[in-house]
């Protein structure tokens, strides 16, 4: 588990498990730099907005369409945000074989199931929430 917090061991771990070539390898770095670089930000900038919106709310006399104008601002940024994602994940993805999509998805659908309890529920809202086992 701690080699999915180091960003070069993770990276290493999944160019060996697909069997990347040096190509793909860069391609990767490249993606996961990118996307890096841009998240921080964007999360900085979402934790920013959801204070505004919350500041917004707790106000003597909330203006609720100023708040729902915050919040269509902020589903905006989220939408751009996962096309920008798309557009940089898209060209290295196209670069790989059917075997190491398939190889890509099977590490996914593994990091999914170990940290969050797979695709629909995780662990913790499945004993939190009985009606969902």
Known sequence: MAMWQDPDARLEMMADRLDLNQSQRGQLQQVIEQLRTKGQARMDARRAMRREILDMALQPNPDRAAIASRIEEASQ???????????SVLPFLASLTPEQRDKLKHLMDQRREAHWGGWGWCSWGRQRFGWAN
């Open 77 to 87: 940024q989220r939408v751009q945000f996962m096309t920008d994602m798309l557009n």
